[in-house]
């Protein structure tokens, strides 16, 4: 057969077949990948929209874990996944900032990926582990102003929402500590737990329940307005340092390629989970909220995410921070 005969059979085949699937989808189980170690924060939040979800599309949506390199090496799975709906990615605002933080990637991290909708804006705190002689957000800065390359400052690796608030956190001090990168904020968390890093600036998806239960110390939230679920952490603006503000948004991505009515039909699956009466509720303990429904959707997301790239682009510049 020659190779035109075989373009136009894979281009017949595609013109009908395509729509054919679309209008199955889906017929076996979804896969959110998350691109960091089960137990963080991005974990939390994929587990409570896949239940939710699967429920919606009537099929089993599972959660996989692919961790490392900051949140690169599972992006990077799914960038290379078909585009078919059944491998989608859950990811944060490392969407934004790995563009600039990364100048050679196995794959590209914008144009290989086709926007779903937007799930959750997560705030952050800085926390320290329990024995920290540290009273109040005042002393803690005292602190790592004196200890410098003496403090360990836990993250999930260069991309990662705890690596940004990190970043800034030490640009605003002017003083670098030792960063210590883990596949995730969960495996971080266990190390914090145990003393054997001083501090972290995690979501409160991972850490709201420490500090409730005592296990963590909480200087500071990163957002505007004191969380309900935190109401006794201040935020940075309260203890004087408001330019550490910082929201940890989240998006569900498809390979590019992706017919559009998949798109469509696991974007209407996601604004029914964040309608779930479950995700909510769950989402109210951790001190997040779903996003509003219009922005649960393929232009929303998109629209926010170029802004995000724009936004952060000079910020990472001047902290002069490169992956390669
Ligand atoms: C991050 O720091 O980007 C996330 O907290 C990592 C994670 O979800 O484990």
Redesign the pocket.
């Known amino acids: 057969m020659t190779l035109i005969r075989r373009s136009l059979l894979a281009a017949a085949f595609a013109a009908v077949a395509a729509p054919a699937m679309a209008q199955a989808y889906p017929t076996r189980t979804v896969t959110i990948i998350v691109p960091?170690?089960a137990g963080?924060?991005?974990?939390a939040v994929a587990r409570l929209i896949a239940e939710a979800m699967g429920r919606d599309l009537g099929q089993t949506v599972v959660v996989e874990n692919v961790g490392g390199a900051g949140?690169t090496i599972g992006a990077d799975r799914v960038a290379k996944a078909r585009p078919d709906g059944y491998t989608v990615l859950l990811h944060?605002i490392?969407m934004a900032t790995i563009p600039t933080l990364y100048r050679r990637l196995p794959y590209e991290p914008v144009n290989a990926f086709a926007p779903i909708g937007l799930v959750s804006p997560v705030p952050m705190t800085v926390i320290a582990r329990k024995d920290h002689p540290a009273a109040n957000f005042q002393e803690l800065i005292a602190w790592i102003r004196e200890k410098k390359e003496d403090v360990n400052l836990g993250?999930?690796g260069l991309g990662?929402?705890?690596?940004l608030c990190g970043t800034l956190l030490q640009f605003l001090l002017q003083t670098p500590v030792t960063t210590v990168p883990f596949r995730?904020?969960?495996p971080a968390m266990t190390e914090l737990l145990g003393g054997r890093i001083d501090v972290m600036c995690?979501?409160t998806t991972?850490t709201t329940e420490q500090i409730r239960a005592g296990a963590v110390k909480a200087y500071a939230v990163t957002v505007p307005s004191r969380l309900a679920a935190l109401p006794d952490v201040p935020t940075t603006a309260e203890v004087g340092m408001p330019d550490l503000a910082v929201t940890i948004w989240h998006g569900l991505y498809a390979p590019r390629g992706t017919p559009a009515p998949v798109i469509e039909r696991l974007s209407r699956a996601l604004q029914v989970a964040l309608r779930d009466d479950k995700v909510v509720s769950r989402f109210a303990e951790l001190g997040t909220t779903p996003e509003p429904q219009e922005r649960a959707t393929p232009d929303a997301h998109r629209a926010h995410w170029m802004a995000e790239i724009a936004k952060w682009r000079p910020v990472l510049q001047a902290a002069n921070q490169f992956a390669d």
Do not use: K, L, R, V
């Open positions: 960091f170690a963080g924060p991005t974990d949140g944060h490392g993250n999930a990662a929402a705890s690596q995730g904020t969960g995690d979501q991972n």
